[in-house]
């Protein structure tokens, strides 16, 4: 599969641990997003990369989060001291910049299939 | 202020038939682009269709179409022929320039009756 790929799909930790959330985009992708999704409601942007810059954060990425892409390729997301509030979807994206402008551009940010967290 | 507006929190459709699902948007940008998601219980995203705000044509694709009406600022989506695997919910969302921080709608629940 050379789609967008997330690991873990389900994490379930206790208020206060620390956890870690991998995406891997697709190959040549240089563009990264990572989003939240609450229950019942659209995705709202995090951060995003442009290879293994982070381009910007979302006045919703508090202290506690940290999002790195350190080769340009897989990125991670942690989140220190999770809250119960922390509970989510999170959506990994990708695009290829470079695919901007072409007659047979799509438009298209592919997403990852998404971790879901539980903080208890 | 929001920027993608879904009125519609759940639709329910009859197999065989369509079904438009509403979207209006807000923005000062010159160059922007809509897109409509779905996204089943399993939780993936599914790109479906863009529009682009210089396209002169409704986008197509399948048994999905836009319907872009740019002086009102709506991107609806409709789903032609629904069939049991449309049912789902449903995003419209758009970026500002090139800029692929997507303002997402609150959704559209659609189910599809047999």
């Known amino acids: 599969d050379t789609g967008v790929s997330q690991d873990p799909r389900h994490k379930i930790t206790k208020r206060g641990q620390n956890v870690t959330f991998r995406c891997d985009p697709i190959s040549e992708h240089n563009r990264l997003y990572w989003y939240r999704q609450t229950l019942g409601q659209g995705p709202e942007f995090l951060t995003y990369f442009q290879n293994e810059a982070q381009l910007e954060k979302s006045r919703l990425l508090s202290d506690r989060f940290s999002a790195e892409r350190p080769k340009g390729s897989f990125s991670t997301l942690e989140i220190q001291r999770t809250e119960q509030g922390d509970s989510a979807m999170y959506l990994c994206a990708s695009r290829s910049e470079a695919s901007y402008g072409l007659a047979d551009y799509t438009g298209e940010l592919f997403f990852g299939e998404g971790s879901r967290l539980t903080v208890l | 202020a929001q920027k993608i507006t879904q009125t519609q929190p759940g639709m329910f459709v009859q197999e065989k038939e369509a079904v438009t699902l509403d979207c209006t948007y807000d923005?000062?940008?010159?160059?922007?682009?809509l897109f409509w998601y779905k996204q089943p219980s399993s939780g993936e995203m599914i790109f479906l269709i863009y529009?682009?705000?210089?396209?002169?044509q409704n986008a197509t694709e399948g048994r999905y179409s836009l319907n872009f009406q740019k002086a009102r600022k709506s991107a609806n989506l409709v789903i032609s022929a629904s069939q049991l695997g449309d049912s789902a919910m449903y995003f419209c969302?758009?970026?500002?320039?090139?800029?692929?921080?997507?303002?997402f709608g609150a959704g559209t629940t659609v189910t599809v009756r047999a």
């Open positions: 923005t000062s940008d010159q160059s922007y682009g």
């Open positions: 529009q682009g705000s210089y396209d002169e």
């Open positions: 969302a758009m970026r500002e320039g090139d800029d692929y921080k997507l303002s």
